[in-house]
C-alpha cells in the first residue's frame, strides 16, 4: 500500500457563501480513485481523476448535488 497526504474540500452550496469545507489526513491505500468510491459508498455521480506531478492524483466529484476535490499527494 501506497501512503498520501489527502486533502478534502467540500464545496458549500448555499448561495452567497463562498466558505468551503477543508480536511486534513493521511492515509494508506492502493488505488486512490477506489478510496474515493468507497468513502463515497459507490453512489453514483461524476468523478473526474486527474493524475499529476510527483505521484499525485486529483480527484473531483460530485455526487447527490455536491462538489468535492480529493488532493492526494505521496508521501
Known amino acids: 500500500?501506497?501512503?498520501y497526504e489527502l486533502v478534502?474540500?467540500?464545496q458549500n452550496s448555499c448561495?452567497?457563501?463562498q466558505m468551503r469545507d477543508v480536511f486534513?489526513?493521511?492515509i494508506f491505500c492502493e488505488s486512490?480513485?477506489?478510496y474515493?468510491?468507497?468513502?463515497?459508498?459507490?453512489?453514483?455521480?461524476?468523478?473526474?481523476?486527474l493524475p499529476g506531478s510527483?505521484?499525485?492524483?486529483?480527484?473531483?466529484?460530485?455526487?447527490?448535488?455536491l462538489r468535492q476535490k480529493f488532493?492526494?499527494?505521496p508521501i
Open 54 to 65: 510527483g505521484g499525485s492524483v486529483t480527484i473531483h466529484a460530485e455526487v447527490d448535488g
Open 8 to 10: 478534502r474540500e467540500i
Open 36 to 49: 474515493v468510491r468507497q468513502l463515497l459508498q459507490d453512489r453514483q455521480g461524476d468523478m473526474t481523476v
Open 1 to 3: 500500500m501506497k501512503e
Open 15 to 17: 448561495p452567497n457563501n
Open 24 to 26: 486534513f489526513e493521511e
Open 71 to 73: 488532493v492526494f499527494t
Open 32 to 34: 486512490p480513485e477506489n
